[in-house]
């Protein structure tokens, strides 16, 4: 049993933007200490010079070595893990015969590599909390489509994983849950998705809108939360219905 008295604290992997800035908030209002980790050190820090109760350590989630010593900070700042959310992640998107190898590899050891890294050092941890375990997947691990070969394929991995974890884990009172978000209103989104695009996934979502970062990391927090007690081995795809609908946009085929 864990004492309720006691701050639960958050692990938050692709912290510094995103999906992973937005859980950190949400986490951070209902009273959680966070751990807030990314690669990017000046991102990073200038999103948590303007929070409290969160340590920002700048760790590469596909590095082993680095993984075991950010657990290793985590737990000694904060001397308990409550929840582990692995949202680091890279994109790179093209064609089937355009993706080389390295650019394979370099998709798999941050999406799905890092999961596996962070959940392992992890562990012990939250062995010790009877925590929770959120990976965050996509819509493109569900559902193929052009131009995701090593994304896609990287996040139905991060789908399978999660239900490895949740097999072994659950005899230790670990919760593992996965979140597989649809189109989301970033800023990166925005950038990249042309009018024709953005038109196209109004069509294709039955809610007719792209979610926002907040939307997504309120599934993330209530997977993570005492409400999901009895939720493991999940992957809910937080996509506005977009999995309903088929397969493949032909603005998305070029």
């Not at 996040?155 to 490895?164: E, R, S």
């Not at 996965?178 to 294709?204: F, N, W």
Request: hydrophobic share 45%; proline share 3%; charged share 20%.
């Amino acid at each position: 049993m864990t004492d309720s008295s006691v701050q639960k604290t958050a692990i938050v992997t692709g912290a510094a933007r995103g999906i992973g800035l937005a859980t950190t908030k949400q986490f951070l209002a209902e009273g959680r200490r966070v751990a807030m980790i990314d690669r990017d050190a000046e991102a990073l820090m200038a999103e948590a010079k303007a929070l409290e109760n969160v340590l920002p350590v700048v760790c590469d989630v596909s590095q082993p070595e680095q993984v075991t010593a950010m657990i290793e900070q985590v737990a000694e700042t904060f001397g308990r893990i409550d929840a582990l959310v692995n949202n680091a992640g890279v994109a790179d998107f093209g064609p089937i015969e355009q993706t080389s190898f390295e650019r394979w590899r370099t998709v798999m050891a941050t999406n799905l590599d890092g999961v596996f890294l962070c959940t392992q050092a992890a562990t012990a941890e939250l062995r010790k909390t009877s925590g929770a375990i959120v990976n965050i997947a996509s819509i493109s691990g569900l559902r193929a489509s052009t131009l995701r070969v090593a994304y896609g394929t990287s996040k139905a991995g991060v789908i399978h994983l999660t239900q490895q974890q949740a097999a072994e884990l659950g005899e230790y009172g670990i919760r593992a849950n996965c979140v597989a978000p649809g189109p989301v209103r970033t800023k990166l989104a925005m950038a990249v998705h042309s009018q024709e695009i953005i038109d196209a996934y109004h069509d294709a979502i039955p809610l007719n809108r792209y979610g926002s970062e907040d939307e997504i990391a309120s599934v993330i927090v209530f997977l993570c939360s005492d409400r999901a007690s009895y939720v493991t081995g999940q992957t809910i795809a937080s996509d506005g219905g977009f999995q309903s609908t088929g397969v493949g946009l032909p603005a998305l085929r070029t």
